[in-house]
């Protein structure tokens, strides 16, 4: 039994893995910003990533802390910056300063990888990514591999599962995502994040960065198909094939085997 801090919990990832924490044992604490529904047994600690003062009670006594809380889902790149960068930032300070034994866990995401890239990206691969979110969490990323602490990244990709509604939210970001009938994407399901923040727990990725996604890559099409909407594919050659793709190779050979292979497993099992 472990006591964590959880930054993000509220949001798509962490309302998820919370109560799976809970469950497993572990004495969780939850930076909120604001009033939370908490799941029986977590324990809110007010606190914002923006003020170092709350981050110091927040930080005092944990043996790891799970960093998921990020800004993204906007156009705001002052906002993202501030949050990703500065927010990840003032962590690790006070986690240095104040629980310098802890166990850092950030999660990133697999947009860090270069668009243009020749196969999917793996965790050695220089990247230079100029979008706020990608860049601020690549720019984290260092901050943590820098910060003295034992640490471990996990690059997430898209994250589905669980009625989050995330699937459903497809289909208005296909400009974004394109529609070619070939382009894939990985993804992994929350039961799986949970599973590799499992073993961040117990260190056997003390050090790593990692690519998380399950075994079979999906396309736009599919995902919004099983979300309840046909789209009909682009006639448009395929660009940047590999733009969205992980190579997961490294977190198999760690030992993890996702337990939702593919979406379709998901759609079976009524998980999605
Ligand atoms: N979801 C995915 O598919 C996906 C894919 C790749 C990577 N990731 C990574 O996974 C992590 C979680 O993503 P998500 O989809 O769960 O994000 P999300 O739904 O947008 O949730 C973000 C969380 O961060 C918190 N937060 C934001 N700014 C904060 C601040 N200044 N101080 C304290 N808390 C703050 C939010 O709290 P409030 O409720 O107070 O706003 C919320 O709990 C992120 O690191 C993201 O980069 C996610």
Redesign the pocket.
């Known amino acids: 039994m472990k006591t964590v801090l959880l930054?993000?919990?509220?949001?798509?990832?962490?309302s998820r893995l919370l109560p799976r924490l809970v469950d497993e044992g572990h004495d969780v604490r939850a930076?909120?910003?604001?009033e939370?529904a908490l799941p029986p047994g977590a324990t809110a600690v007010r606190?914002?990533?923006?003020d170092p003062a709350s981050l110091r009670v927040a930080v005092e006594g944990v043996d790891v802390v799970v960093h998921?809380?990020?800004?993204?889902?906007t156009g705001d790149e002052k906002a993202i910056w501030r949050?990703n960068l500065d927010?990840t930032r003032n962590l690790l300070d006070a986690v240095r300063e104040h629980a310098p034994q802890a166990r850092f866990v950030m999660?990133?995401?697999?947009?860090v990888y270069d668009a243009d890239q020749a196969r999917p990206g793996r965790e050695s691969d220089p990247c230079t990514p100029t979008a706020a979110y990608p860049a601020s969490?690549l720019a984290a990323e260092l901050l943590v591999r820098e910060s003295g602490l034992t640490w471990s990244i996990l690059r997430?990709?898209?994250?589905?599962g669980e009625g989050d509604g995330?699937l459903a939210s497809m289909p208005p970001l296909v400009a974004r995502f394109g529609l070619h009938p070939a382009h894939t994407y990985s993804v992994a399901h929350h039961r799986d994040v949970a599973a590799v923040v499992r073993l961040a727990l117990a260190g056997t990725l003390d050090g790593r960065v990692v690519n998380v996604a399950d075994d079979a890559p999906v396309t736009v099409l599919e995902m919004a198909r099983l979300a309840g909407v046909e789209l009909g594919a682009t006639a448009e050659p395929l660009v940047d094939p590999w733009s969205g793709r992980m190579d997961p190779t490294l977190l198999r050979d760690l030992g993890f085997r996702p337990e939702v292979a593919s979406v379709q497993q998901a759609a079976r099992e009524g998980i999605l």
């Open positions: 930054t993000g919990a509220t949001g798509l990832v962490g930076l909120v910003r604001g939370a606190g914002d990533l923006a998921l809380a990020a800004f993204f889902r949050a927010g999660t990133s995401t697999g947009n969490k997430l990709p898209f994250v589905y995330h």
